[in-house]
């Protein structure tokens, strides 16, 4: 018992000191599920997605707004990784990363200036576009010594009946920004962050499944979100909108359970 209160204790403080590696000031985050009902294909959801960020980028108050599979922070499918130049030797298994699937300015709503090469554009994704960015993580696992910018990947998925995706050439080199949270494994807080592939939206088969839109704004994040679903509702007035609430209130329900667990062994 003693052992495993040092653990939790140990957690807390390791959780809490913990740099994501992202500005979450004035970020508001809220879940957009498209129904497949109603959008049916990729390029559907694309074009919703699409629209929901033109209309953001009309409202005053909102400095920067953008899509993702998942936020910082906020975990991320795990997907093999296959390199152009490199073998698959039979009975290896296959390294992994963690993917996420991103619209243009996420770096910019996150406030992550790119480290190396480019951002993905509206473009990428497109045939001849493949594209994708890599954080440094997986950059120094995979090409020690060299420069990654115009290396090929290609991501497949753990389960061989579904999707694949093509092979992208590496655009940009992003800084680490934290995909795992405290849960994700025994090792969990105090190892590496986790190596991370971006994909552009229009690049993935699966991609508006399941969204989170990044909204940035000028002053308090709260004051914007009438104005949000207010244009989500103009562009379709039956699709719900979830989780409603700002990347620092995300965090602190995070840790809620290492924080109850402190004040617990504090009395």
């Known amino acids: 018992m003693l052992a495993g209160a040092g ?15 992202a500005d979450t000031s004035h970020l508001l985050m809220m879940e957009l599920p498209l129904p497949p009902g109603k959008y049916p294909t990729v390029e559907a959801r694309n074009r919703f997605l699409e629209q929901v960020n033109e209309r953001l980028g009309g409202i005053s108050s909102i400095e920067s707004a953008t899509t993702a599979s998942s936020v910082p922070f906020g975990g991320g499918p795990t997907r093999y990784i296959h390199l152009n130049d490199r073998p698959e030797p ?11 699937t991103v619209g243009p300015r996420y770096w910019e709503t996150i406030r992550v200036p790119i480290a190396r ?5 509206e473009a990428d994704g497109l045939p001849g576009h493949e594209a994708v960015v890599v954080n440094q993580r997986l950059a120094s696992m995979h090409f020690p010594g ?10 497949t998925e753990l389960a061989p009946s579904n999707p694949e995706t093509g092979w992208a050439t590496i655009v940009g080199i992003s800084p680490n920004v934290r995909q795992r949270g405290p849960f994700g494994d025994a090792a969990g807080l105090d190892r590496q962050p986790d190596p991370v592939a971006y994909l552009p939206v229009r690049g993935n088969p699966n991609s508006g499944r399941g969204t989170s839109l990044l909204i940035r704004t000028h002053g308090d994040p709260g004051k914007a979100t009438a104005l949000v679903r207010q244009e989500i509702r103009l562009l379709d007035p039956d699709l719900p909108v979830f989780g409603v609430r700002t990347v620092d209130e995300f965090l602190a329900n995070l840790r809620w359970p290492f924080r ?5 062994f504090a009395e």
Not at 146 to 154: A, E, M, N, Y
């Open 7 to 21: 653990f939790m204790i140990r957690s807390f403080l390791m959780f809490y000191r913990m740099d994501i590696g």
């Open 90 to 100: 039979a009975g290896v298994p296959l390294p992994t990363v963690t993917m996420v």
């Open 117 to 121: 090469g480019r951002a993905l554009t």
């Open 146 to 155: 060299q420069d990654p910018i115009g290396k090929t990947i290609r991501l």
């Open 260 to 264: 109850v667990f402190g004040m617990t």
